[in-house]
């Protein structure tokens, strides 16, 4: 079985740019999680989607959006790109709830704002 | 506030020797701690996932530990490897009020580096 694959690799952006990164869960899986990890501030939980629909949110401002589609495929996007998003964006799928199940990470996007 | 703290920030250790990276958290209310191995340059893996009613468990050469009374999880690895060097982290979720709400704490992981 396809493990989460995430497109593309890598980015790089300058500053006020718009990005859309893209994942592809494990197939039956139907919760994406989305994460941001940078040195400074470690793993920090963006969002997460299920049956296209935005369930859990963390603390990030509205520049941070994202989608499910009916095939569990989730994107990202980030408006209004800041020096600061420069990161490496990590998406995870579950069969269901993330709390109560498992989760699967994709290799992630590294993002570079210049 | 709910926190996450890990100790120590970086090992450095002999190839065959054991290691306990240590996590202590102050999460509520809690629901599942997890640990997850993340190489250079990859997305994390997960390693074990402990509820409350759980005290050990173990993958391999790698035994998690929790003691929910003192919020204190351990993860020992025994016999090390060249490829155990990566970063561990801790995670609590925690539930919240909602149906399908949580809250997820991390740690800032620790950086074990193994060599010959």
């Known amino acids: 079985k396809a493990g989460v694959t995430q497109t593309p690799r890598y980015l790089i952006k300058t500053r006020g740019q718009q990005v859309t990164l893209s994942c592809s869960p494990i197939?039956?899986?139907?919760?994406v999680s989305w994460y941001q990890q940078t040195p400074g501030q470690g793993l920090q939980f963006l969002f997460e989607y299920f049956s296209e629909t935005q369930r859990n949110k963390g603390n990030f401002p509205g520049r941070f959006s994202g989608r499910q589609f009916s095939n569990s495929r989730s994107e990202m996007n980030v408006s209004t790109l800041e020096l600061g998003d420069s990161a490496l964006y990590l998406c995870a799928s579950s069969l269901a709830e993330p709390a109560y199940n498992e989760q699967f990470f994709g290799p992630g996007t590294r993002l570079t704002v210049l | 506030k709910n926190q996450v703290e890990q100790s120590p920030q970086s090992l450095i250790i002999l190839e065959g020797k054991n290691c306990t990276l240590q996590c202590n958290y102050t999460v509520s209310p809690f629901s599942n701690l997890r640990w997850y191995k993340q190489d250079t340059g990859r997305g994390p893996v997960s390693l074990t996932i402990?509820?409350?009613?759980?005290n050990t468990k173990s993958n391999g050469r790698y035994t998690a530990t929790l003691d929910a009374d003192t919020k204190q999880s351990s993860l020992h690895i025994t016999a090390s490897q060249l490829s155990d060097s990566a970063s561990y982290i801790c995670?609590?979720?925690?539930?919240?009020?909602?149906?399908?709400?949580?809250?997820?704490?991390f740690g800032k992981g620790t950086k074990l580096s193994v060599i010959p």
């Open positions: 402990m509820t409350f009613s759980e």
């Open positions: 995670v609590v979720f925690s539930l919240g009020s909602g149906a399908g709400s949580y809250q997820l704490t």
């Open positions: 197939s039956g899986h139907r919760s």
